[in-house]
C-alpha cells in the first residue's frame, strides 16, 4: 500500500494513530463495564451517559484505524494489544458505586486527552489532516470529560 | 442484587454468561481487526460483510452481560479479562489476504458456536430465560458462519 | 374457536396466561401511577424509565391475551377483573418519594417475576409456544427489575 | 407543590381531572377487551378500530393525570381506584360478536362524552387551561362517537 | 459445508426445515392467489389480511431456507418442488366470495400448524436452536389463524 | 409561454388536458363527500378506501394541470369551472349506505374511465408525452374500478 | 346519528361548520388555480406558499367536515354547492401575474377569516368544541393573511 | 398590514402578545444558561431537561412574534428589548449547583406563568385566538414547572 | 366484473398478463432458491444481487395480477401453474458455484425477456396500459439482465 | 454483452441514448454552474431551483446510461465528450445576473426538449422501452421549461 | 473543573470563546427579529434564508458555550450580557423592507466574521481544538454572508 | 461581492479553489463513466464502490465552488473547463474490466490526492478556512484511494 506521506513523517503519524486506536478501545471497553457495573441513585443517568461515550470511542476507533490504513499502516486492535498497551487505569472488577463510577471515569478520559493533545501536537507538521482528526476527537473527548467532572462537582 | 435463581443454577448460568460475554467481545475485535487490515479483490465485499459480524457481537455482548446483572452477577469485559480468557485463536497482526480473512472468521465463528452450543445444553434446567439468549445468538452466528464457509467453498 | 392444543394441555395454558394479562395490566398501570406522583431528586430520570415498564408491560399484555385468543380462550382484561385478581401489592395513593417509588418498583416487578417463572414451568409441556412468550417476558421484566434494583443499591 | 389555582377554584378543576382519568383508562381497558374478544364479519376492521381508541384513550389520560400534577393534585389511576369509580357500563366477558361490539362502544364512549362536556363547563371560570384539554378530549371522542354509530347504522 | 449438528440429528432437522419451506412458499402463493381472486362485501379487508399472511410465510420461508444452509443442508423451494410436495389443498382457480376465502385461509393455515407442532416436537431434542424457530413461526401462524377464524365466527 | 407542440396538436392536447382535470377535480370531491356521509357495516372499510382516491385524483389533477401549463395553455380548476363541465353524475347530498356508495364509486370511476381512455387515443399522435399521463392515469383508475367492483360482487 | 348537542344549538353549529366547509373547499380550489396559473419574478415562491394554503384549506375542510358528521348532520362540499355557496370572489381565468396572484390571496383569506371570526362567535355558546376548531382555523388563515400582505407591502 | 382586531382591541392584544415575547426568548436564554453552568450530581437529569424547556420556548417565542405580525403589530425580540424588560429574575453568572438550578426555574416558570395566565383572562373578549395560544403556552409551562417542583420536593 | 376491453381485445391481453404472472412468479422462486444455494468467491455479492431480482419479480408479479383483476379476469399464481407454465429452464437442485449461479440467471432473465417484449408488441393496439406495464417490466428485467451479464464478463 | 435488439434497431437507439446522455450531463453540468454564479434579489430562489434541475439530469443522465449498458452499448459520459458534443450553448463565465440566469436556462432547456422530442420519434419502432424513457425524460424537462418561463414571464 | 490549558493560554482562549458565545446569541435574535418583521416582494424568500442563518447560530452558540465549560470556563449567555457586550449594530424596530433586511444582515454578518477570523488567529497556538471550532463556524458564516450578499448584487 | 481575504491571499487561495473544483468534478465524471462500463467478477462490488466515489465528489466539488463564491471569487464548472483543465489522465472509452477498472481509480485519486495535499499547504497561512475544507477532504480521498489500492492488492 503506497502513503501519501515521507517515510519519516509517516513514523511519526502511525505511532500516534497506533496509540489513538488503543487508547480508544480500551476507552470503549471500560466504558462498557461501568455501564454494566454500576450501582446507585444515579444508576440510569449515568448508565446512559456511559453509553454515549462507547459510541464515540467505538467511532473514533474506527476512524484512527482506517485513517492508519488509508496511509499504508497495518492497524493493530486486537485484544491483546490493547490489554498490554493501554494508558488507562484497569477499571476495577464488580458492581461499582455510580460516585466511582463518575471518578474512574474523569480520571480515564482525562488521561487519554493528555495524550490526544501530544498527537495533535505530534502530527501538526508531518500530517495536517491526521492532526484534524485528532483535534476532533480531542474536542468530543474534552466534552465528555467535562460533563463527567459536573457531575461530581 | 438479588437473584431469581437459586445458587447452585446462579454459579452454572452465571459461568456460561461470563464465557459468552468474554467470546462475543474478542470476536468483536477480532472482526474489526480483520475488516481493517483485509487486502484483494474481495476486500469490499468481505469488507462490509465483517462489520455485521461486528454489530452482531456488540449488540448480544450488551445483553449477555446485561442478562449477568439482571440474575445479580457483575460481567467482566475489560480488555485484560478479554484477552487472557477468549477461546478464539489470536488474529495475525499486518494486512491479510481475503482469502485468509474468510477462513480466519470460519474458524473464529466455529470455536465460538461450540462453545455456545455448550451454553445452551448446560442452562436448559438452571434457566430457561438465559437459554433462550443463547439460542438466538447461536442461530445468528451459525448464519455468519454458513456465509463465510459459501464464501470459500 | 379450534384450538391447537388438547383440553387437558388447553386448561393449563389458559390459566398461565389469563394470570400473566392480569398481572401486566396492573404492573402498567401501578407504574403509569408512580409516573404520575413520583417526587424528589430523581423525579425526571425515573419518571422517564417507569414509561419503559409502561410500553413493555402493554405490550405484552397484549401479545398473552392475543396468545389466549389465538388458542380459542377469550381473555379478560377488564379493569375489575384486575383489581380483584392482581398479584401485586396495591400502590399507595398521593406523591410518592423517589426513593419509596424505586422499591415499590422492585417490589412489583419481582413478585410478578415469580409467578411468570412459574407459567414458564408449567407450560414447557402442554404448549413451548406459550411457555416462549412467557421466557422472553420473564428476560424482559428481569432486566427491568435490575435496574430499579441498581437504582436503590 | 404549589398551584397556580386559588383552593376553591383548584377544588372543581381537581374534580374534573380526577374523573376524566377514571373515565379514560377504563375506556381504554374496555376497548382493548373487546379488540382482543370481537368475532364475526367484521372482525378485522373493528379489531383496528378499536385499537385507535385504545391509543387515544391511553394519550388522554397521561395528558389529565400531568394536568392534575401541574396543578399540585396527586392523580389516582390505580385498578381497583378505575374498577369502582369508572361511569362506563362493564363489558361482558368473553367472545363479543361484532355488532354488539360496535354497540358497546357507541354506549361507553357516548356516556363518557357526556361526562366531559359537564367538566367543559365546569372548568370554563376555574381554569381555561384546564378547560382547553377537555375540550379536545371532547373533540376526538366525538369523532369516535360517530365512527362507531356509522357502522351499525 | 460443515454442519454444527451429528449426522442423525442433522437428517431429522434437515426434514422438518426442508417441509417447511415447501409449505411456507406454498402458503404464500395461496394467500396471494386469494389476495387477487376474493371478491364480497369484505374484499378490501381480507384483501389487506392476506397480504400480512403473504409477508409473514415469505420472511419465515427465507428464515428456515437459510437455517438449512447454515446447518450444510442445500434447501429446495423450486416451484416444482412445491408444487408437489405441498400439504396445502390447492386453491380453486377463479373469482372467491370473501366467506369462502376465509374458510380456505382457515384449512390452509390450520394444516400448517398441525405439521409445524410436529416439527417443535422433532427438533426438541436433535436442534433447539431450529426448535426456537418453529416456535416462533406457530405462534405467528396461529395469530393468523385465529384472525381468520374470527372472521367467520 | 413558448409551446413544445404545433398548434392544431396543442388544441387536441390541451381540449384532452382540460377534461381531465375537471373529471379528477370533481372525483376527489365527490369520493370526499361519500367518504363523510357513508354508514354502514362497512363504514370504516370504505371510508379509508375512499381516501386513497382521493389521493389519487388529487395527485393527477396536479399533474394534468402543470402538464397543460408546461405546454403552454392555463388549465382552469375553479369550483364553477367543475361544477358545470363534470361529467359525473351528482352524488346525491345526505347520509349514504355503504352498498350505495359502492355502486356510486364504481359509477363515476366508470364514466371517467370511459372518458380518459379516449383521451390516450386522441393523444397518441399530437403529443405521447401527454399520452403517457393519462395511460397511467388510467391504470390507476381502473384499479380502483376493480376494487369497488370486487366490493359489491 | 344521535347528537351531543340540544336541537336549537345543533342548528347553528351545524350552519357554521357547513358554512366553513364550503369556504375551505373553495379556498383550497382557488389556492391550486393560481398555484398553476402565476407567471412573474415570484413564480417559484408563490407557487410554493400557495401550496401551504391547499395543504391547510384541505386538512381544515377535512375537519369541519367530520365535525359535523360527528354532531350528526351529513356536511355537503360536493362541487356545486362550492361553486353556488362560496363567499369567496371568483378567481380569473388565464394566466395571472405574481403581483396579482398575492393580491387576490389577501382578497381570499381576508374574507374567510371576516366569516371565521363570526363562526368563532356563533359557536361560543352552543358548542365550545366546534369553537374551538374555528379559533385554531382562523388563527393558521390569519398567519397566511399575513405572509401575503407582507408580500405586497 | 391590516389587522382583523378593531383598534381598541389591538391594543389589549398587542401588549400581551409583545410581553410574553419578552418573557418567553428570555425563559429561552436564562434556561440555556444554566443548561451550560449546572453542576452537581443531577448534572445530566437537568442538563437535558432545561434544553426541554429551552425548545418549548423557542418555539412559543416564534408562534407569539408571527401572532402579533399576523394582527398587524411588528413584534420586539432583540436583545436589548429583552434585556430591559423581562420580568424573569437575573440568573446569576458562573457554576451553578444543580438544587440551586431546580430552584431558580421554578421561580423563573413561576413568574412567567402568574403573567401568561394574566395575558388569558385580557385577551379573552378582545381576541379568543390570540387567547388560545397563551393557554396552550401556559399549560406546556405550567408542566414544566411541576416537573422543576417534583425534582426538588 | 365489467372489463374496460371488448372481447377480442381482452382474450390477447389476458393471456398476456396471465403468461407475465406465471414467468414473474416463478422468476421470483428461481432467484431465491439460487440465492439460498449459491457458493463461492462472490457468494455475498451475488447473493444480495438476487434479492434485488426476488424484489423486482414479486412488486411486478403483484402488478400483472392485479391488472388482470382490473380488466375482469381472474389470475391464476399458483404453484402447480407455475410450475407447469413456466418458460424459464428448472433451476438444478443443490449447491450452486457463483459462476453458475450468474449464467444460469443470465439465461433465465433472457428467456423473460423475449416473451416480455412479445407481450409488448401484443398489446400494442388492443390495450396501451397493460403495454406501458409490460414496457416497464421489461427495462427493469434489461438492466438484470445486463448487470449478470457484466458479473460473467 | 448481448443485446435484445436487432443491429440496425439498436444503431438508432444506442445513438439516441449517447446523445441525451451527453445532453444531459452538460445540463447538470450547467445548472450547477449558474447556482454558484447567479446574483441578484431573486438569487436564493433559483439557486434552489437550479439544484432541482441538476437532480433530474443527474438522475436521468443515469437512467440512459444504464440503459444503453443494458442493450449492449458503452456509453460515453467522460469530461470531453460532453465538451465537445454538447448542444447546449455554452453558459457565460462568471457571476450573472438572475434575469439573464433564468433566460439562459429557458435557452438551455428548450434546445435540449427539441433534440429529445425527436429521441422519442426515433425509437417509437425500434424500441418501446427506450422510448418510454425519453417521454418521461421530456416529460420533465418540459415542466422545468415552463417554470423557467413562468419566472420571466 | 479542571482545564487542559495552562493559565494563560486559558485566559486567551475563555476570552475568544465568550465573545463569540455573545455575538452568536446577538445574531440569532437579530435574524429572528428580521424574520418576524421584513416584508416586501421577496418576504418569504428572506423569511426562510433567516431562520437558516438563526438555526446556525443556535447550533454554534451552544457549541461554544459547552467548549468553554469543557475547558472549565462558566459561559455567559444572558440577556443583559448580550445586550451589552455585543458588536452587532442594533436591529431597527418594527417593519424592515427586504431590501433593507438583507443589508442588515450583511453588515450584521460582516462584523461577526471579522471578530471570528481575529479568534481563529488568536487561539491557533493556544488551542487548536478551539480554533477548529472557529475555523467551521467561520465557514459557515462566511457562506451565509455570500448568500446575502448575492441576494442584494 | 466583498472578500474576507487581502487581495495577494485571495489570489492564492482562489487558484486552489478553481483548481480543486475542476479536479472534483472530472473526478465525479470519470468514476461515473467506468461505473456504466465496468466489467468481471467484481462488477456488482465496484460498481457500488464507484458511486460512492461520485457521491463524495459532487459533494465536495459543491464545497468548494460555493466556497469561492463566499470569498468573492466566481467558481468555473463548466465541462469545457472541466475537459481542458483536469489533472486526472483520461478514462479510456468503452468497456473495462474490473481489475482496470481499480488501477484506473487508484491513479485517478492518487493524481488528486498529490494536488490536494499542496493545496493544503499554499493555503495554511492565507486562509485556513479554506485548508480546513481542503484537509477534510484530502481525507476522504485518502480514503477511497486506500479501499481501491486494497482491491488490487
Redesign the interface.
Known amino acids: 500500500?503506497?502513503s501519501?506521506l515521507a517515510d519519516a513523517d509517516l513514523k511519526t503519524v502511525a505511532e500516534a494513530l497506533q496509540g489513538a486506536l488503543v487508547d480508544l478501545?480500551?476507552l470503549s471497553?471500560?466504558a462498557?463495564?461501568i455501564h454494566?457495573?454500576?450501582?446507585?441513585?444515579?444508576?440510569?443517568?449515568?448508565?446512559?451517559?456511559l453509553d454515549e461515550v462507547v459510541a464515540s470511542a467505538r467511532a473514533h476507533s474506527?476512524t484512527v484505524?482506517?485513517?492508519?490504513?488509508?496511509?499504508?499502516v497495518?492497524?493493530?486492535?486486537?485484544?491483546?494489544t490493547?490489554?498490554?498497551g493501554?494508558g488507562i487505569k484497569?477499571?476495577p472488577?464488580?458492581?461499582i458505586k455510580d460516585?466511582d463510577a463518575v471518578s474512574t471515569m474523569v480520571d480515564a478520559l482525562?488521561s487519554v486527552?493528555?495524550r490526544m493533545?501530544e498527537r495533535?501536537d505530534a502530527t501538526?507538521e508531518p500530517d495536517?489532516?491526521s492532526?484534524?482528526?485528532f483535534?476532533?476527537i480531542?474536542?468530543e473527548l474534552?466534552?465528555h470529560?467535562?460533563?463527567f467532572?459536573?457531575?461530581?462537582?
Chains 1, 2, 3, 4, 5, 6, 7, 8, 9, 10, 11, 12 share one sequence.
Open positions: 500500500m503506497k501519501s478501545v480500551d471497553l471500560a462498557k463495564q454494566w457495573n454500576i450501582v446507585g441513585p444515579r444508576f440510569r443517568s449515568i448508565h446512559l451517559q474506527d484505524a482506517e485513517r492508519a490504513s488509508a496511509l499504508g497495518p492497524p493493530d486492535g486486537r485484544a491483546a490493547v490489554a498490554s493501554s484497569p477499571t472488577a464488580g458492581w460516585t482525562g486527552i493528555v493533545r495533535v501538526a495536517p489532516v492532526q484534524d482528526i483535534i476532533q480531542t474536542a474534552e466534552k470529560h467535562w460533563m467532572q459536573a457531575e461530581n462537582a
